[in-house]
């Protein structure tokens, strides 16, 4: 056996095996979904998945083999290899323990060649089962507060609940704005994402269902109101008392009676209001009833007269279940001042407009 031979051949053999090692070694690829830690939150069904990439292990092991060989400045490389690369969770919401989930990589390899885009998959784990919460515990932790009158009624809702976590829900009436006594309203739970961060799972349709009540009932049609001459004569007293005076220049004149029964946006003529005299009153400008009035001035300087027109109503003319008004809660009349250039005509266009009718 020739020695020199046989020890050349294993020199040359050991040499090969190293730089094949050597060469494997910087040829491999970092797996980047294998340095991506996923965290799962939530409720069961509901569940997110949010993640995070482990940078610092990720370069420490991508560099490990340069480190070794040789010293250098890698700062610019690190840089570009970080920025390399985007990852995402699929899918990431509405997630419920034993789901898989997939962790996809996408690598730029014209910036970095040193990183894998191999995916990862993971099955869903660890999400709560939540703190349930049933509709009727809804509705025993609320307060419903119904104002305005019939027809255009509003609900307030009062969150009741003890509970500090729960004290943020909040609630929404169906046709809010339009309500009137006797109808089904669905109270609807407005915020039921503000359940997950706290663990509560809601195990219903998150609303629940209660009658109209309360509300004040205005007449639809001015005849429907049992003793309309009572109020009438009332507003004839009250007209008298504003504008007659056997010393004064000036005349009214009733040309005729108007009644409204709802206010709608928009609405000029005795506009809705909350407060009125310092009262709330959640009726005001729906079922007005007033007289239009001629207004005639006598001019002292010349001898012609101008005319006017004005309305004077009760601002709210609220009836009981026999339609009678009472007639010692009424407000006080209130005006209103069309242009002196209106002729008759557009005054009567102007109040039809906004939902007055005559009588």
């Not at 090969?16 to 970092?30: D, V």
């Not at 797996?31 to 997110?48: H, Q, R």
């Not at 010293?71 to 969770?89: F, P, R």
């Not at 007659?244 to 928009?266: A, K, L, M, Q």
């Amino acid at each position: 056996m020739d020695f020199k031979k046989t020890k050349k051949f294993m020199l040359l053999f050991f040499t090969f095996i190293l730089l094949t090692a050597i060469t494997t070694g910087c040829a491999s690829k970092i797996p980047v979904s294998e340095y991506v830690i996923v965290d799962f939150t939530g409720l069961d069904g509901e569940g997110v998945a949010t993640m995070y990439v482990d940078e610092e292990s990720l370069v420490s092991d991508a560099f490990e083999a340069d480190k070794r060989r040789q010293k250098g400045d890698w700062a610019e490389e690190v840089n570009n290899m970080l920025n390399s690369y985007e990852v995402e969770v699929s899918p990431s919401e509405n997630l419920k323990n034993g789901d898989e989930v997939e962790v996809l990589v996408k690598i730029d390899e014209e910036i970095s060649k040193r990183l894998s885009d191999k995916p990862k998959k993971l099955v869903v784990e660890g999400l709560s089962q939540g703190t349930p919460l049933t509709d009727e515990e809804l509705e025993n932790n609320t307060l419903l507060v119904f104002t305005g009158v019939s027809g255009r009624g509003r609900v307030e809702v009062d969150n009741n609940f003890m509970k500090e976590e729960l004290k943020g829900l909040s609630f929404v009436g169906e046709n809010d704005g339009n309500l009137k006594n006797g109808d089904d309203v669905v109270i609807q739970l407005e915020n039921p994402d503000y359940l997950t961060s706290y663990e509560y799972k809601l195990v219903e349709e998150g609303s629940f269902r209660t009658k109209v009540k309360d509300l004040k009932e205005v007449a639809k049609n001015i005849n429907d109101i049992a003793n309309l001459e009572d109020v009438k004569r009332l507003l004839e007293e009250e007209t008298e008392s504003k504008y007659y005076s056997p010393y004064s220049s000036t005349e009214y004149e009733i040309v005729d009676t108007y009644y409204r029964e709802f206010y709608s946006e928009g609405n000029e003529i005795i506009q809705e209001r909350d407060y009125y005299d310092g009262n709330m009153d959640d009726s005001y400008g729906n079922g007005v009833m007033g007289y239009l009035l001629k207004i005639t001035s006598q001019d002292s300087y010349s001898d012609s007269d101008s005319e006017s027109y004005r309305l004077i109503a009760f601002p709210s003319v609220i009836i009981d279940e026999d339609n009678k008004v009472n007639i010692g809660s009424l407000n006080e009349p209130v005006e209103y001042s069309f242009k002196d250039s209106y002729s008759l005509e557009t005054v009567e266009a102007k109040l039809q407009s906004e939902g007055f009718v005559k009588n």
